[in-house]
Nanobody, 126 residues
Framework: EVQLVESGGGLVQAGGSLRLSCTAS????????IGWFRQAPGKEREGVSC????????FYTHSVKGRFTISFDNAKNTVHLQMNNLRSEDTAVYYC???????????????????WGQGTQVTVAS
């Protein structure tokens, strides 16, 4: 059974940092692209970032460029999303998904009907 488990969410003041983690079981991350999405109350789901270890590709949506960094920990089959200088508009439930389409060839980040985690809440207080 494939499971994606997110962790690392929480409440932080604006300007603060959080590191989200997505750990997979039953699914080898190093062979696929992994994506982070978020959904704020009353808003549509938004693709935030993705990484393809095999293609050496990363993508960030415009609003998080320069503040968020996505990375692999192959030994732990985990993808991290380091989020710095957080803003109130970053408040959302963050989900990881795999596999995803990632990079310029797909216009950034797209879902492929794969697996999703349960989500982790990020709340940024202004």
């Amino acid at each position: 059974e494939v499971q994606l488990v997110e962790s690392g969410g929480g409440l932080v003041q604006a300007g603060g940092s959080l590191r989200l983690s997505c750990t997979a079981s039953g699914f080898p991350f190093d062979d696929h692209a992994i994506g982070w999405f978020r959904q704020a109350p009353g808003k549509e789901r938004e693709g935030v970032s993705c990484i393809s270890n095999s293609d050496q590709v990363t993508f960030y949506t415009h609003s998080v460029k320069g503040r968020f960094t996505i990375s692999f920990d192959n030994a732990k089959n985990t993808v991290h999303l380091q989020m710095n200088n957080l803003r109130s508009e970053d408040t959302a439930v963050y989900y990881c998904a795999a596999p995803v389409g990632c990079g310029r060839s797909v216009g950034g980040l797209i879902t492929t009907g794969g697996y999703w985690g349960q989500g982790t809440q990020v709340t940024v207080a202004s």
